[in-house]
């Protein structure tokens, strides 16, 4: 089971080092078999599979002149069980996301929970679901182009 824990526990913290590097490519590639949700006062919104995450991760995260959208996703307190169904497996946990350009100094603008499932392809695990639960909501108004809440 700790394999399994750690495998698990690393796709988690790779999203969050491929997001912060700029590289959506990456990103929604861990996303291959899966759907993206996250909660908003409109509703649940869903993306589903690689090309879709990429498009909204470039559609709307900013990327600065270094190519990245100079953030550093805090992601903790993971939570790792195993699925309802064979060859899955479930994990819980915070995420915090800090952000510092030039002009704006270093901030937290967004924390919330995660709440994902994984499924076992091919001896390989991969993201199956993942809802994002935003929770306390700063300004972020220099990391996105555009409010996820539709404000």
């Not at 392809?121 to 993942?130: H, K, L, S």
Request: hydrophobic share 40%.
């Amino acid at each position: 089971m700790g394999d399994v824990v750690q495998a698990i526990s690393n796709i988690v913290f790779r999203y969050a080092e491929l997001v912060d590097q700029g590289d959506f490519d990456g990103a929604g590639a861990l996303f291959t078999h899966a759907r993206f949700r996250a909660i908003t006062p409109a509703g649940i919104r869903t993306v589903e599979g690689a090309d879709a995450i990429t498009h909204q991760l470039s559609s709307t995260v900013r990327r600065y002149g270094d190519g990245t959208p100079r953030t550093r996703h805090i992601t903790t307190n993971l939570i790792v069980e195993a699925g309802d169904a064979p060859d899955t497996m479930t994990c819980r946990s915070y995420f915090t996301v800090l952000q510092a350009i030039e002009g704006f100094h270093l901030v937290p603008v967004i924390a919330g929970r995660y709440q994902d499932t994984f499924q076992l392809r091919d001896g390989v695990w991969w993201f199956a679901d993942r809802l994002v639960m935003p929770d306390l909501i700063g300004d972020l108004s220099h990391h996105l182009y555009v409010s996820p809440f539709g404000d």
